[in-house]
């Protein structure tokens, strides 16, 4: 393998590890909140915040009647296009 093919399989690993990273927060979070974590934990706080962040385009998109049903599609929407997007690109930069 050639140093250029090392260094953007490199790359792809990196940005399929990120993109795992992101979507395993916003999936904590929909676990959290499902499961009515304390609001008033640091922790519980903390994983709201940065889903909250990284979910910011979609976390309302969605107009369901039940707050569950908000909260699992626009937050689950968001992780799966980080992982599609995520490792699609990672994949490109792989060769397949």
Not at 49 to 69: I, Q, V
Request: charge should be positive; avoid cysteine.
């Amino acid at each position: 393998m050639t140093t250029r093919a090392s260094n953007t399989a490199t790359a792809g690993r990196i940005i399929a590890v990120v993109a795992d990273v992101m979507a395993a927060v916003i999936g904590l979070w929909i676990l959290v909140y499902l499961l009515k974590a304390n609001q008033a934990n640091d922790f519980v706080q903390f994983v709201q915040d940065t889903a909250r962040w990284l979910a910011g385009w979609s976390h309302d998109l969605f107009t369901f009647e039940k707050e569950w049903a908000r909260v699992t599609a626009g937050y689950g929407l968001a992780a799966v296009v980080y992982l599609f997007i995520g490792h699609a690109v990672a994949g490109r930069l792989r060769g397949r």
